[in-house]
Structures are given as structure tokens and as C-alpha cells.
T-cell receptor, first 116, second 111 residues
Framework: DSGVTQTPKHLITATGQRVTLRCSPR?????VYWYQQSLDQGLQFLIQ???????AKGNILERFSAQQFPDLHSELNLSSLELGDSALYFC???????????????FGEGSRLTVL | GEDVEQSLFLSVREGDSSVINCTYT??????LYWYKQEPGAGLQLLTY?????DMKQDQRLTVLLNKKDKHLSLRIADTQTGDSAIYFC???????????FGIGTKLQVIP
């Protein structure tokens, strides 16, 4: 158990809809990272928050947004969903604003989104 | 630019050595990592190597880094069925704020 909790584990929705994925980082970790894992593109970095502020942005679509709340949990909002958004969405946490020399990100078990 | 490439699949017999290869393109990578993803689970850090090192050994794991060719490999000695998983090569750039992952190599260990 990594200590990172993601909900829901599975989500099935229709095209055009909006969903929210939630992540609770490990106790004491201030950074939250969101990744998208799909079969054809592997693990793609979406966005990072540190202590409530956006720190780094990757290949995140404009239809997607995220935030980190004062209690450090984070939410990833996906809107106007398309078939191609079906993927496993991972949240990871670390204690620093940067990954640091060990490179250790602690991953949750992921939220599997299926868009029909 | 940053890009990490790996082969998709490797099959080995139990007890043999496994070698998983990776190439990266960003010469400013500072740390390179190997993560393991077991079925239904998130990724877990296995080991890492700093870019000024050539080799790192950790029990059954040996990491080799060839900076000239931008080639990273992970050798698992005496591979066990419990090693069956997807192995991700990853790199972090100078600011350490982002870790870029390869597509992952699925290792199948045949009893």
C-alpha cells in the first residue's frame, strides 16, 4: 500500500459528460502529480501541484483541469469527454516540490475511466 | 526533446536473467529510474541511477547506463514468477519537477 488513495476505482460514462477523479496523497506529501496511462501512449504526465499551487504542466488537454485543496487532496476534472479519453488515470505524490534525487513518486492504484 | 523508448514485451524462463532495455533522448537527464507495475496496482520505484554513474547493483537488479548511446538497461538475475510485471524506464530533467516515463515493457516469466 503506497498510502495514496484514488477514487473512484472504475468509472463508466458517456461522451460529452464530465467526471471528477479524486486523489488523497500520502500523509505529509505536499506534491500531487497526475498521469494518464493508455495502451498506445504509455504513461503521460498531465500536471503537478505543490501545496495548492500548480508547479508543472504536461500534455494536459484544455478540457481537463485540476486543483489541489488546502487539505492537500487533489481533483482532476475531465469534461466534454471523448472516446479517446478512456484510460487509467494515476495520481502520485511526493514530499517535495520536486521529485528529488531518489525519483520516488508514490502512486495510487489508479482510476479507470471508460467513455462509451 | 524528451522521449523514452522501450520494447513492449519480454518473455523469459524462470531462473534465467532478464534484460530490459530503454533509450532516452534528452541529454540533460539527471536521474534515470526503473519502476515496476504489478497487475492492478500503481507503479513502484525499483531503483534509480544518477547520470554520472555507469552501473548500479541492488541485490538481483543491475542497472547499466551508457550515456554516449543514451541507453539504460535493467538486468534481473534469477528471474522469478513474481517478477512478472510491467517495467517502466523513466527520466527526470534538471529541475526534477517532471518524470517522463517510457511506454513500459511487459515481462512474462514462464515457470
Amino acid at each position: 500500500d503506497s498510502g495514496v488513495t484514488q477514487t473512484p476505482k472504475h468509472l463508466i460514462t458517456a461522451t460529452g459528460q464530465r467526471v471528477t477523479l479524486r486523489c488523497s496523497p500520502r500523509s505529509g506529501d505536499l506534491s500531487v502529480y497526475w498521469y494518464q496511462q493508455s495502451l498506445d501512449q504509455g504513461l503521460q504526465f498531465l500536471i503537478q501541484y505543490y501545496n495548492g499551487e500548480e508547479r508543472a504542466k504536461g500534455n494536459i488537454l484544455e478540457r481537463f483541469s485540476a486543483q489541489q485543496f488546502p487539505d492537500l487532496h487533489s481533483e482532476l476534472n475531465l469534461s466534454s469527454l471523448e472516446l479517446g479519453d478512456s484510460a487509467l488515470y494515476f495520481c502520485a505524490s511526493s514530499s517535495l516540490d520536486r521529485v528529488g534525487k531518489t525519483g520516488e513518486l508514490f502512486f495510487g492504484e489508479g482510476s479507470r475511466l471508460t467513455v462509451l | 526533446g524528451e522521449d523514452v523508448e522501450q520494447s513492449l514485451f519480454l518473455s523469459v524462463r524462470e531462473g534465467d536473467s532478464s534484460v530490459i532495455n530503454c533509450t532516452y533522448t534528452d541529454s540533460s537527464s539527471t536521474y534515470l529510474y526503473w519502476y515496476k507495475q504489478e497487475p492492478g496496482a500503481g507503479l513502484q520505484l525499483l531503483t534509480y541511477i544518477f547520470s554520472n554513474m555507469d552501473m548500479k547493483q541492488d541485490q538481483r537488479l543491475t542497472v547499466l547506463l551508457n550515456k554516449k548511446d543514451k541507453h539504460l538497461s535493467l538486468r534481473i538475475a534469477d528471474t522469478q514468477t513474481g517478477d512478472s510485471a510491467i517495467y517502466f524506464c523513466a527520466e527526470s530533467l534538471g529541475g526534477y519537477q517532471k518524470v517522463t516515463f517510457g511506454i513500459g515493457t511487459k515481462l512474462q516469466v514462464i515457470p
